[in-house]
């Protein structure tokens, strides 16, 4: 299984990792302010990361790395 790690100073909460995830694992984190958007955040309850690496690919501000 993987492991996503968010660079949260990075991410600007635009949201294509979100979409891209299969498995459902990212998602906005509304509790948490980086320079005025929202980030991501990894490891939903519940979910696991398959190691796929697609949100990594779509982020637009290499934010995001995984682990296998």
Do not use: H, W
């Not at 891209?20 to 984190?29: P, R, T």
């Not at 309850?45 to 296998?68: I, M, N």
């Amino acid at each position: 299984m993987g492991r996503v790690v968010v660079n949260t100073e990075r991410c600007k909460g635009c949201s294509y990792c979100v979409l891209s995830c299969a498995k459902n694992v990212l998602y906005i984190d509304f509790n948490r302010r980086n320079s005025g958007g929202y980030p991501v955040a990894a490891s939903a309850p519940g979910k696991q990361c398959s190691g796929c690496a697609l949100c990594a690919e779509v982020c637009p501000d290499v934010a995001l790395a995984v682990f296998r």
